[in-house]
Protein backbone atom coordinates (compact mmCIF):
# COMPACT_ATOMS: atom_id res chain seq x y z
CA UNK A 1 0.00 0.00 0.00
CA UNK A 2 3.20 2.42 0.59
CA UNK A 3 4.51 1.33 -2.52
CA UNK A 4 1.23 2.95 -4.29
CA UNK A 5 0.99 5.54 -2.23
CA UNK A 6 4.46 6.97 -3.58
CA UNK A 7 3.55 6.07 -6.97
CA UNK A 8 0.40 8.04 -7.08
CA UNK A 9 2.49 11.14 -5.48
CA UNK A 10 5.05 10.44 -8.09
CA UNK A 11 2.16 10.37 -10.77
CA UNK A 12 0.96 13.69 -9.68
CA UNK A 13 4.46 15.22 -9.66
CA UNK A 14 4.77 14.34 -13.09
CA UNK A 15 1.41 15.59 -14.03
CA UNK A 16 2.24 18.88 -12.12
CA UNK A 17 5.52 19.39 -13.76
CA UNK A 18 3.64 18.64 -17.36
CA UNK A 19 0.83 21.03 -17.23
CA UNK A 20 3.60 23.69 -15.58
CA UNK A 21 5.35 23.19 -19.03
CA UNK A 22 2.44 23.40 -21.46
CA UNK A 23 1.73 26.77 -19.49
CA UNK A 24 4.85 28.26 -20.07
CA UNK A 25 5.56 27.24 -23.87
CA UNK A 26 1.94 28.79 -24.21
CA UNK A 27 3.47 31.62 -22.86
CA UNK A 28 6.93 31.68 -24.53
CA UNK A 29 5.62 30.14 -27.90
CA UNK A 30 8.54 30.39 -30.41
CA UNK A 31 8.01 32.22 -33.62
CA UNK A 32 8.12 29.90 -36.73
CA UNK A 33 6.36 32.06 -38.67
CA UNK A 34 3.99 31.08 -41.67
CA UNK A 35 4.34 27.43 -39.82
CA UNK A 36 3.53 28.63 -36.28
CA UNK A 37 -0.12 26.14 -36.32
CA UNK A 38 1.60 23.36 -37.81
CA UNK A 39 4.51 23.57 -35.42
CA UNK A 40 2.08 23.73 -32.61
CA UNK A 41 0.03 20.80 -33.94
CA UNK A 42 2.65 18.60 -34.24
CA UNK A 43 3.99 19.24 -30.10
CA UNK A 44 0.17 18.21 -29.60
CA UNK A 45 0.63 14.88 -31.69
CA UNK A 46 3.76 14.32 -30.03
CA UNK A 47 2.44 15.07 -26.57
CA UNK A 48 -0.08 12.81 -27.31
CA UNK A 49 1.74 9.56 -28.43
CA UNK A 50 3.75 9.89 -25.74
CA UNK A 51 1.20 10.28 -23.11
CA UNK A 52 -0.58 7.33 -24.38
CA UNK A 53 2.18 4.81 -25.91
CA UNK A 54 4.84 5.88 -24.12
CA UNK A 55 8.32 7.63 -23.64
CA UNK A 56 10.16 5.32 -26.51
CA UNK A 57 7.57 6.17 -29.22
CA UNK A 58 7.01 9.94 -28.15
CA UNK A 59 11.03 10.39 -28.94
CA UNK A 60 10.55 8.51 -31.87
CA UNK A 61 7.75 10.96 -33.14
CA UNK A 62 9.58 14.01 -32.08
CA UNK A 63 12.94 13.07 -34.08
CA UNK A 64 10.71 12.69 -36.75
CA UNK A 65 8.86 15.90 -36.07
CA UNK A 66 12.79 17.72 -35.54
CA UNK A 67 14.36 15.90 -38.53
CA UNK A 68 11.09 17.27 -40.91
CA UNK A 69 11.50 20.92 -39.56
CA UNK A 70 15.09 20.90 -40.03
CA UNK A 71 15.24 19.77 -43.39
CA UNK A 72 12.43 22.25 -44.93
CA UNK A 73 14.07 24.94 -43.06
CA UNK A 74 17.74 23.89 -44.71
CA UNK A 75 16.30 23.28 -47.99
CA UNK A 76 14.33 26.33 -48.33
CA UNK A 77 17.73 27.97 -46.83
CA UNK A 78 20.10 26.69 -49.69
CA UNK A 79 17.48 26.29 -52.81
CA UNK A 80 14.53 28.97 -51.65
CA UNK A 81 16.30 31.64 -49.54
CA UNK A 82 13.34 34.18 -51.57
CA UNK A 83 10.66 32.35 -50.05
CA UNK A 84 10.03 33.10 -46.20
CA UNK A 85 7.62 30.20 -45.39
CA UNK A 86 10.54 28.14 -43.68
CA UNK A 87 12.90 30.97 -43.18
CA UNK A 88 13.04 31.29 -39.18
CA UNK A 89 16.14 31.26 -37.56
CA UNK A 90 18.09 28.64 -36.51
CA UNK A 91 18.18 29.85 -32.83
CA UNK A 92 14.22 29.25 -32.99
CA UNK A 93 14.28 25.64 -34.64
CA UNK A 94 16.79 24.80 -31.54
CA UNK A 95 14.18 26.34 -29.08
CA UNK A 96 11.25 24.45 -30.24
CA UNK A 97 13.37 21.45 -30.47
CA UNK A 98 14.12 21.74 -27.08
CA UNK A 99 10.57 22.99 -25.76
CA UNK A 100 9.50 19.83 -28.02
CA UNK A 101 11.68 17.03 -26.50
CA UNK A 102 11.26 18.42 -22.84
CA UNK A 103 7.25 18.01 -22.92
CA UNK A 104 7.67 14.73 -24.71
CA UNK A 105 9.89 13.56 -22.05
CA UNK A 106 7.68 15.12 -19.04
CA UNK A 107 4.73 13.29 -21.08
CA UNK A 108 6.07 9.84 -21.25
CA UNK A 109 6.92 9.77 -17.49
CA UNK A 110 3.68 10.48 -16.98
CA UNK A 111 2.75 7.32 -19.22
CA UNK A 112 5.86 5.10 -17.46
CA UNK A 113 4.51 5.43 -13.82
CA UNK A 114 0.93 5.08 -14.49
CA UNK A 115 1.82 1.93 -16.18
CA UNK A 116 3.64 0.78 -13.42
CA UNK A 117 1.26 1.60 -10.83
CA UNK A 118 -1.64 -0.12 -12.99
CA UNK A 119 1.17 -3.47 -13.25
CA UNK A 120 1.71 -2.98 -9.30
CA UNK A 121 -2.55 -2.97 -8.89
CA UNK A 122 -2.40 -5.94 -10.87
CA UNK A 123 0.31 -7.56 -8.62
CA UNK A 124 -1.38 -6.83 -5.44
CA UNK A 125 -4.66 -8.22 -6.66
CA UNK A 126 -3.10 -11.24 -7.90
CA UNK A 127 -1.65 -11.73 -4.71
CA UNK A 128 -4.65 -11.26 -2.99
CA UNK A 129 -6.49 -13.53 -5.09
CA UNK A 130 -3.90 -16.31 -4.17
CA UNK A 131 -4.07 -15.46 -0.70
CA UNK A 132 -7.82 -15.59 -0.31
CA UNK A 133 -8.30 -18.59 -2.21
CA UNK A 134 -11.28 -20.25 -0.83
CA UNK A 135 -14.03 -21.77 -3.39
CA UNK A 136 -17.31 -20.23 -2.48
CA UNK A 137 -19.52 -23.38 -2.86
CA UNK A 138 -17.66 -25.76 -0.76
CA UNK A 139 -15.64 -23.67 1.76
CA UNK A 140 -12.56 -25.38 0.49
CA UNK A 141 -8.95 -23.92 -0.63
CA UNK A 142 -9.43 -23.44 -4.50
CA UNK A 143 -6.70 -24.44 -7.18
CA UNK A 144 -4.51 -21.28 -6.53
CA UNK A 145 -3.97 -22.13 -3.00
CA UNK A 146 -3.63 -26.05 -3.83
CA UNK A 147 -0.28 -24.89 -5.95
CA UNK A 148 0.75 -23.31 -3.61
CA UNK A 149 0.77 -25.59 -1.08
CA UNK A 150 1.69 -28.15 -2.88
CA UNK A 151 5.14 -26.41 -3.58
CA UNK A 152 5.68 -26.16 -0.39
CA UNK A 153 5.17 -29.71 0.34
CA UNK A 154 7.55 -30.62 -2.56
CA UNK A 155 10.15 -28.33 -1.16
CA UNK A 156 9.77 -29.87 2.44
CA UNK A 157 10.16 -33.21 1.11
CA UNK A 158 13.14 -32.60 -0.82
CA UNK A 159 14.73 -30.60 2.13
CA UNK A 160 14.07 -33.34 4.78
CA UNK A 161 12.82 -36.09 3.20
CA UNK A 162 10.00 -36.62 4.56
CA UNK A 163 6.87 -37.82 2.26
CA UNK A 164 3.63 -36.81 1.55
CA UNK A 165 1.01 -38.31 -0.73
CA UNK A 166 -0.88 -36.29 -3.22
CA UNK A 167 -5.16 -37.81 -4.14
CA UNK A 168 -6.69 -36.36 -6.81
CA UNK A 169 -10.66 -37.17 -6.19
CA UNK A 170 -13.20 -36.83 -9.70
CA UNK A 171 -16.82 -36.71 -8.99
CA UNK A 172 -18.59 -38.41 -12.13
CA UNK A 173 -20.51 -36.34 -14.44
CA UNK A 174 -21.12 -33.91 -11.62
CA UNK A 175 -21.43 -31.39 -14.59
CA UNK A 176 -24.17 -33.27 -15.83
CA UNK A 177 -25.88 -33.41 -12.43
CA UNK A 178 -26.07 -29.84 -11.82
CA UNK A 179 -27.52 -28.97 -15.46
CA UNK A 180 -30.67 -31.60 -14.64
CA UNK A 181 -30.98 -30.83 -11.28
CA UNK A 182 -30.43 -27.05 -11.22
CA UNK A 183 -27.62 -24.94 -8.92
CA UNK A 184 -29.52 -24.95 -5.67
CA UNK A 185 -29.08 -28.89 -5.62
CA UNK A 186 -25.85 -28.93 -6.91
CA UNK A 187 -24.83 -26.75 -4.18
CA UNK A 188 -26.86 -28.89 -1.25
CA UNK A 189 -24.64 -31.56 -2.81
CA UNK A 190 -21.36 -29.70 -2.49
CA UNK A 191 -22.44 -29.42 1.58
CA UNK A 192 -23.00 -32.87 1.53
CA UNK A 193 -19.88 -34.12 0.00
CA UNK A 194 -17.72 -31.00 2.07
CA UNK A 195 -19.54 -32.37 5.18
CA UNK A 196 -18.67 -36.49 4.21
CA UNK A 197 -15.24 -35.47 2.97
CA UNK A 198 -13.94 -33.56 6.37
CA UNK A 199 -15.42 -37.22 8.35
CA UNK A 200 -13.26 -38.60 6.40
CA UNK A 201 -9.75 -37.11 7.00
CA UNK A 202 -7.79 -36.00 9.27
CA UNK A 203 -7.59 -32.78 11.01
CA UNK A 204 -3.88 -32.58 9.42
CA UNK A 205 -4.87 -33.40 6.04
CA UNK A 206 -5.40 -30.38 3.43
CA UNK A 207 -8.23 -30.75 0.86
CA UNK A 208 -9.09 -28.65 -1.86
CA UNK A 209 -11.41 -27.60 -5.32
CA UNK A 210 -9.11 -27.69 -8.07
CA UNK A 211 -12.70 -27.34 -10.45
CA UNK A 212 -16.41 -28.43 -10.77
CA UNK A 213 -15.37 -32.01 -10.78
CA UNK A 214 -11.96 -32.60 -9.21
CA UNK A 215 -11.01 -32.06 -5.94
CA UNK A 216 -7.20 -32.79 -4.35
CA UNK A 217 -6.20 -33.92 -1.32
CA UNK A 218 -2.18 -33.20 -0.01
CA UNK A 219 -1.59 -36.31 3.19
CA UNK A 220 1.37 -35.46 5.22
CA UNK A 221 3.15 -38.28 6.10
CA UNK A 222 0.69 -40.56 4.31
CA UNK A 223 2.61 -43.97 3.02
CA UNK A 224 2.06 -45.77 0.07
CA UNK A 225 1.36 -48.98 2.47
CA UNK A 226 -1.80 -47.69 3.73
CA UNK A 227 -3.51 -46.11 0.78
CA UNK A 228 -5.18 -49.06 -0.14
CA UNK A 229 -7.00 -49.04 3.06
CA UNK A 230 -7.22 -44.84 2.54
CA UNK A 231 -8.69 -45.41 -1.58
CA UNK A 232 -11.14 -48.22 -0.22
CA UNK A 233 -12.26 -45.37 2.32
CA UNK A 234 -12.76 -42.47 -0.38
CA UNK A 235 -14.21 -44.65 -2.92
CA UNK A 236 -17.54 -45.13 -0.66
CA UNK A 237 -17.85 -41.57 0.27
CA UNK A 238 -20.26 -40.74 -1.15
CA UNK A 239 -22.52 -43.66 -1.57
CA UNK A 240 -25.96 -43.15 -2.40
CA UNK A 241 -27.28 -39.73 -2.49
CA UNK A 242 -31.09 -38.44 -1.81
CA UNK A 243 -31.82 -35.62 -3.75
CA UNK A 244 -34.63 -33.25 -2.39
CA UNK A 245 -37.43 -34.29 -4.29
CA UNK A 246 -37.15 -37.84 -3.27
CA UNK A 247 -34.73 -39.86 -5.94
CA UNK A 248 -31.90 -41.25 -4.74
CA UNK A 249 -28.88 -40.94 -7.21
CA UNK A 250 -25.50 -42.91 -7.14
CA UNK A 251 -22.39 -41.38 -7.87
CA UNK A 252 -19.21 -43.12 -9.21
CA UNK A 253 -15.70 -41.35 -8.76
CA UNK A 254 -12.54 -42.13 -9.85
CA UNK A 255 -9.14 -41.49 -8.13
CA UNK A 256 -5.26 -41.23 -8.13
CA UNK A 257 -2.88 -40.60 -6.05
CA UNK A 258 0.95 -40.39 -5.70
CA UNK A 259 3.62 -40.41 -2.84
CA UNK A 260 6.16 -37.78 -3.25
CA UNK A 261 9.66 -38.93 -1.77
CA UNK A 262 12.89 -37.11 -1.87
CA UNK A 263 13.79 -40.08 -4.28
CA UNK A 264 11.03 -39.32 -6.60
CA UNK A 265 12.93 -35.84 -7.61
CA UNK A 266 9.81 -34.31 -8.62
CA UNK A 267 10.39 -30.32 -8.29
CA UNK A 268 6.86 -29.22 -9.31
CA UNK A 269 3.45 -29.02 -8.90
CA UNK A 270 2.78 -29.31 -13.10
CA UNK A 271 5.08 -33.00 -12.68
CA UNK A 272 2.69 -34.16 -10.02
CA UNK A 273 -0.10 -33.23 -11.49
CA UNK A 274 0.67 -34.47 -15.12
CA UNK A 275 1.26 -37.75 -13.92
CA UNK A 276 -2.28 -38.03 -11.57
CA UNK A 277 -4.63 -36.49 -14.65
CA UNK A 278 -3.39 -38.89 -17.19
CA UNK A 279 -3.99 -41.56 -14.18
CA UNK A 280 -7.23 -40.73 -14.41
CA UNK A 281 -7.66 -40.27 -18.08
CA UNK A 282 -6.87 -43.84 -18.27
CA UNK A 283 -9.36 -44.78 -15.91
CA UNK A 284 -11.91 -42.98 -18.10
CA UNK A 285 -11.40 -45.01 -21.04
Not at 63 to 74: A, C, P
Amino acid sequence: MDTSFRKKNLINFYIGLLLIAVVLFYLFIPDLGDVQSEGLILIAVALFVSLFTGLRAGLFTALIILFLFGSLYFWNVVFRPADQTFLFSEATLFYYGLWLLGLVVLSGNVYEQINQLVQLNLALKEKVKRLVAIDDETGLDNESRFELELQLEIDRTNRHGESFTILLYQIDHFSEFKKLYGPDESVRFLEFFSERLHQSTRTTDKKFRLSTEEFALILPYASEENMQIILNRFKHMIGDYDISNGKTVSFTNHIAHYTVTKEAGIESPDEVLGLMRNELKSYAL
